[in-house]
C-alpha cells in the first residue's frame, strides 16, 4: 500500500488510482523465482476472482453513483434551486438526465435478459 501511496504522491494525487493499484497488484503475484512461473498453480483460480471481484464492484458503484448524484439532485429543493438559478439550463439539463435515464433503461433491460438467460441456463 505504500508503494502505491508513493506513486501517487509523486504524481501530485492523494490517493493511487485503480490502474495503479492493480499494477502493483499484478507485480506482487509474480513469481520472484523465474521456475515458479513453469506449469499450472494452484493460484490460477484465484486469479479469475480479481476480475469477477471487479465486474461487481463496478455493477455496486453504479448503483451506489446513482443514488447519490442522481437523487440528490432531483430532490424538490434541488430542482427549485435551479430553477431560480436558471429555468431555461435547468430544463435542457433535466431533459439531457430523461434522455440518459431512458438509455440506461434500455441498457438495464438487457442486463436483466442476460441475467435471466444465464439463471435459466444454470437451472438446465
Known amino acids: 500500500m505504500t508503494e502505491g501511496l508513493t506513486q501517487a504522491a509523486e504524481q501530485g ?3 493511487p488510482t ?3 493499484l492493480e499494477a502493483i497488484a499484478k507485480d ?3 513469481p520472484s523465482i523465474p521456475q515458479q512461473a513453469k506449469g499450472p498453480t494452484a493460484a490460477e483460480p484465484a486469479a479469475k476472482e480479481p476480475q469477477v471481484a471487479a465486474a461487481i464492484t463496478s455493477l455496486e ?4 453513483a446513482l443514488r447519490e448524484l442522481v437523487h440528490s439532485a ?3 429543493a ?3 434551486a435551479a430553477l431560480e ?3 431555461v439550463a435547468a430544463r435542457e439539463h433535466v431533459e439531457d438526465l430523461e434522455a440518459e435515464l431512458e438509455r440506461v433503461a434500455k441498457r438495464l433491460a438487457a442486463a436483466r435478459r442476460a441475467i435471466a438467460s444465464a ?3 444454470a437451472a438446465v
Open 13 to 15: 494525487l492523494k490517493r
Open 18 to 20: 485503480a490502474a495503479q
Open 28 to 30: 506482487l503475484a509474480a
Open 61 to 64: 458503484r453504479a448503483a451506489s
Open 74 to 76: 432531483l430532490t424538490p
Open 78 to 80: 434541488s430542482v427549485r
Open 85 to 87: 438559478a436558471d429555468p
Open 119 to 121: 439463471s435459466e441456463e
